[in-house]
């Protein structure tokens, strides 16, 4: 190891050697730039791919050191060839390079190019990109986006590209993925790194790779400093000088064959959190001379960063501007929970969220209740505050929305979340988590985007930080229908529904109630049944946020013109699941509901004088596994009446890929009663 060398390095150059010669001898390159197969412009070599709107033929990428300007630097060069097999695929040739910025430094990205390829009168032709079709976004304080959009592309093209990215960041050393929403026929990622630098590495996703090497060879990086002068009387000059530096490097490889397009599912968070990719994290660094030095945090240190944070913990003892108000509402509500509930009312009716997630406030609190809107940590940093002003135990909360993707607690990353909430503690072992960014959830019920894992708590004490589950009181969508029906010779029907809307399915519905409006709302649900009118409709505790939600409504359906002799009908259909949500065969992900599930019909039919029940369908229990759930259906026939009970319920708010199966059989078997046709034949 090489002693004495300053921290500022000027390059005078690289030399490729053994570390170089390694990394080649894992295996060729994959793909050239600009030297394509011929057969990859004809249909015939993509006849397995059909369905498909386009397909990546391959996707290499590689990321290596090399010495920068004051110190070392990543190199990350792509190369990348698609083929686009239908007209919905176009957008594959707009691709889009984030780049870092910070503090003035920048990632560069250089020896951009590329090219697209058709067959035109039997001829391969080749258009170039060109500079006005490459542009820059701004996307967020430290990221920037060159955007390029391949020339002439049409249906059969084929397009290429390759680019190199230089970066300062060596904490930002490049990720990849392999999967795609397209096939990818090959993608493979080769990255070389001195011994100076430990990366952890996390592989995730359910594809196999084909590849998986690691090789080691020594690097030489040849290094240079000029000569410094320090002022004073004690000052002199001190001459520059050169070293050449051989760590040791490891070369890895990795590699995917025919990886499957990565489809979205209902009740999925995010496509972040399945698709196969590998991440990359500096955990340390050994400089030459110097002792291990780790870089990452720990979640102590986040925490007690956090605290000490003026946009953050700095916020949480100035709720001092709302004294006399919070003084009031603690003599009013002595018990802790109905305190609680007060001041989060206070909170959500004072201040509207604007739509933006974020663990630091944007502004100070006492702004955002003169403002009347902010983020979310702004809204959720005042409800701790106040709660605290109040009397209360409250201590904020990060998590990671749904989509944004379930955070890692086993590396400490404050970027793991984009979101803060507020944790009250009413007595013993009992938590209540809050958040006011939602004006018609009541105290106690996270925003369903909320539902994702664990949170972390934040504290004073770094010892009590601590994970804890996203639990709610609330957190089940529930519903339940009780139906009277009367049924004429015709088969026309007139009838009442009480529908009632509990926990995350009541919000929704008020939710959709409140931007709908009552008409709007029933003019929507006349289109989901045909042939139906409703002559009158109430709704109930629009604004008792704790009670579900009540929707009574009378509704006709007329039948045929003439009395029938023998009536058919299938009454849950209008009231039940219409199709199976698990559409695949397999899934390789868990479903994920974000709550449980209760769903109740109680269904009383009343039938014409003289008609009566040919055959009565069988009851059915369907159970999953584990107790996971239950369907429960029957048809109780008794002398003029029919009574139809349908009950659901899902008592897991998340499934494995392994219940899959099971889940999607239930569901199969669910419709399979509920679509029972009831025959009715008039007695002779």
């Known amino acids: 190891m090489i002693k004495n060398i300053p921290s500022r390095l000027v390059l005078t150059g690289l030399l490729l050697g053994v570390a170089t010669t390694a990394a080649r001898a894992q295996a060729p390159d994959p793909i050239k730039f600009g030297k394509i197969d011929e057969k990859d412009l004809s249909e015939a070599n993509f006849v397995a791919d059909s369905a498909a709107e386009a397909v990546v033929l391959c996707d290499y990428g590689r990321s290596r050191f090399d010495v920068g300007s004051d110190d070392f630097k990543v190199v990350f060069e792509r190369v990348a060839r698609i083929k686009i097999l239908k007209k919905s695929g176009y957008d594959h040739a707009t691709i889009s390079v984030p780049l870092y910025h910070k503090n003035g430094k920048e990632e560069k990205l250089t020896n951009l190019r590329g090219l697209t390829y058709n067959v035109v009168n039997g001829q391969v032709v080749k258009d170039k990109l060109e500079g006005d079709a490459i542009f820059k976004e701004e996307s967020g304080p430290n990221w920037t986006v060159r955007k390029f959009t391949l020339p002439n592309v049409r249906k059969g093209s084929v397009i290429e590209f390759t680019y190199t990215v230089n970066s300062d960041f060596i904490f930002n050393f490049q990720d990849w993925t392999f999967q795609s929403d397209i096939p990818v026929r090959w993608s493979e990622y080769r990255a070389s790194i001195p011994e100076y630098f430990d990366y952890k590495m996390l592989l995730q996703g359910y594809e196999p790779l084909a590849v998986q090497e690691r090789t080691e060879g020594m690097g030489q990086y040849s290094v240079r400093w000029a000569p410094t002068i320090t002022p004073g009387l004690n000052g002199g000059r001190e001459s520059g000088g050169s070293a050449s530096l051989t760590p040791r490097v490891t070369n890895y490889r990795w590699a995917m064959k025919d990886v499957v397009p990565l489809r979205e599912e209902p009740y999925m968070t995010t496509t972040a959190d399945y698709v196969s990719h590998i991440d990359f994290e500096l955990a340390g660094i050994t400089r030459p001379g110097q002792p291990y030095k ?17 946009n953050f913990g700095g916020q949480l003892s100035k709720g001092s501007f709302l004294k006399a108000e919070m003084a009031t509402l603690k003599t009013k509500y002595p018990d802790p929970a109905a305190r609680a509930a007060a001041v989060h009312q206070f909170v959500r009716q004072a201040v509207k969220y604007n739509g933006r997630a974020g663990v630091y406030s ?31 135990t409250a201590h904020p909360v990060l998590l990671s929305t749904r989509d944004h993707g379930r955070a890692n607690e086993m590396l400490p990353l404050l970027s793991n979340f984009n979101y803060v909430v507020g944790m009250v503690t009413l007595g013993e072992n009992q938590e209540l988590y809050v958040d006011a960014t939602e004006e018609l959830a009541p105290c106690g019920m996270l ?21 804890v589950p996203l639990a709610s009181a609330s957190k089940r969508q529930q519903m339940y229908r009780q139906i009277q029906l009367v049924l004429d010779e015709k088969g026309g029907i007139a009838g009442t529904v009480r529908q009632e809307y509990g926990g995350y399915r009541a919000l929704s519905q008020r939710d959709r109630l409140r931007t709908l409006g009552e008409k709007k709302y029933i003019e929507e649900l006349l289109a989901d049944h045909d042939g139906w009118s409703i002559p009158k409709y109430t709704f109930q ?45 397999d899934r390789r992900f868990p479903v994920d509901f974000g709550a449980l599930l209760d769903e109740t ?21 369907v159970d999953l596994p584990n107790g996971g759930g239950r369907f429960l259906y029957s048809v109780q026939p008794t002398p003029g009446k029919i009574q139809i009970t349908s009950r659901l319920n899902l008592l897991k708010p998340v499934y494995s890929a392994e219940e899959y199966v099971y889940l999607r059989e239930f569901f199969n078997q669910l419709l399979t009663k509920q679509g029972e046709q009831l025959v009715l034949k008039k007695k002779s």
């Open 294 to 310: 780790s870089v990452i945090d720990s979640w102590e240190k986040i925490n007690s960063e956090l605290i000490q944070d003026e």
């Open 362 to 392: 944007s502004v100070p609190i006492r702004r955002v209740y003169e403002q009347k809107t902010g983020t979310a940590a702004d809204v959720n940093l005042l409800l701790i505050a106040l709660l605290r002003e109040a009397g209360l």
């Open 601 to 621: 019909v109680i269904m009383n039919i009343t039938v014409p004088t003289g008609y009566e029940l040919e055959e009565t369908p069988k009851s059915g229990i």
């Open 541 to 585: 505790q629009r604004d008792a946020l704790h009670q579900p939600l009540l929707l009574e409504y009378e509704f006709t359906s007329a039948g045929a013109e003439a009395p029938a002799s023998t009536l058919y009908i299938n009454p849950m259909r209008q009231f039940g699941m219409d199709k199976n949500p698990f559409l695949h065969e």
């Open 447 to 467: 925003p369903y985007r909320c539902l994702n894992g664990q949170g972390r708590l934040v504290t004073a004490k770094d010892a009590d930080a601590r994970w």
